[in-house]
């Protein structure tokens, strides 16, 4: 069974690979054309920070930055970028913003300014682009009309400050003195507004009950097939279906190979909200999908975006984070493969197929082979909720289970290169890992990568070992 899966997985990804690396360009900010009846506007707001009082002598290389108090259109999701991507942010972003409706102004919230870490590796099509901007984590404050920013350099060896640090990322509002440092800020520092968009309407009932169909005929061209209906293994669903453990294994390994099948290590599949279901503008991402061969492991992240939310707000809120990946950083599509919330929803990420080893832009170095999951919220100070753990459990049991993985085993990933290890080296690294393993970065948070041992049993358990 398992050289069927790998033969499959090996001609596919050949073909994909050898496709011209060069991708058009995504929409613009403001683009309003869609394709398709259910795809949902939004829009992004790019406002160039100024020197602050008493620093307008030093122009941009002003170490405080930032916009006073004004009136904006209605946004739900703020960030801050700059020109290149291979300079750090080694400073302090603070944002406060009025909720729409009410004229209430929030604390100082501060916004995680280490995110290169999350990025495409270096060297690719994606990770080279012109496009890239560097970029803090985005930060969900909810429906606001209103917004200050200040943006303080800060006289904190690099290194230091991703422990440091910590602490006063995750108390909003809390005041304390900052040094200045004597090298500037980056150049071209802008704050982006992203405005997600409505919902999208209710499900079609034309396409209720598609999904069965749809993955039948992944199961029958293999795990790699099915590309050419818009990366989506879903037939256009708003979610794809869980299965028992026994429909996971018929579905996906069929029964057919006679002495040779062996029965599979799987979980069952779980409930997947698709990108359909949460409302994503396919004009957006950049067309085609990169693959590579296989999943030999999963990386866990927060998304550092807060707690803030319900989750009923959810596809909103990654929405939002879709279009700032896409339009405010420049990457190809939403970096995450999956995303999970506080209720244990699961969330289809990057398009190309729920099922197929899709290269990310989540874990910066080691994006290939793996597929990246991420956690909606901050969980340095956080708990993450019993219902977030057993929905990385469930889905990496069937995940990982495809491509013959065991959640508590070992595997090695070559670097592509970061602030951990070498260009080339080969790394062996927990199946299930964190993003700190693979990068230096608090990234997922203390409170759940100290949950990342139990989650690795239980999703054995589902595969049956």
Known sequence: MRGFLASSIGVTCAAALALPLALPAPAQAGAAAVTSKTAVLGSTQSLPLVPLAGERA????????????????????????????????????????????????????????????????????????????????????????????????????????????????????????????????????????????GDPPPADARTAGRTGGALSAVRARGVHAGASDGGSDTGGAREITALSRQETERQYFPDDMGEQRTMPYIGPRPRIITRHGWGANENLRERGFVYTKKVKAAFVHHTASGNKYSCSQVPSVIRSIYRYHVVSSGWRDIGYNFLVDKCGNIYEGRAGGVAKAVMGAHTRGFNTNSMGIAVIGSFSSTKPTDAELKAIARLTAWKLGLYGANPRGKTYLKSAGGNLYRKGKNVRLNVISGHRDGFATECPGRLLYGKLGSARTTAAGYQGR
């Not at 270096?122 to 200050?148: C, F, I, K, Q, Y």
Request: a negative charge; zero cysteines.
């Open 58 to 197: 030093l122009g941009p290389a002003a170490p405080e930055q930032g916009l006073a108090r004004r009136d904006v259109r209605p946004f739900s999701l703020v960030g801050v970028i700059w020109d290149d991507p291979n300079s750090a942010l080694h400073g302090r972003v603070q944002v406060r913003t009025r909720a729409a409706g009410t004229g209430h102004w929030s604390g100082w919230q501060d916004v995680e300014t280490h995110n290169d870490e999350h990025a495409a590796d270096p060297d690719t099509p994606e990770g080279a682009s012109r496009r890239v901007h560097g970029s803090t984590a985005p930060l969900w404050v909810g429906n606001s009309d209103g917004v200050e920013v200040r943006v303080n350099a800060e006289q904190t060896a690099p290194g230091a400050a991703d422990g440091s640090e910590e602490g006063a990322r995750d108390s909003p509002g809390e005041e304390r003195t900052t040094a200045l440092a004597d090298a500037p800020l980056p150049s071209g520092l802008r704050l982006e507004l992203v405005d997600p968009g």
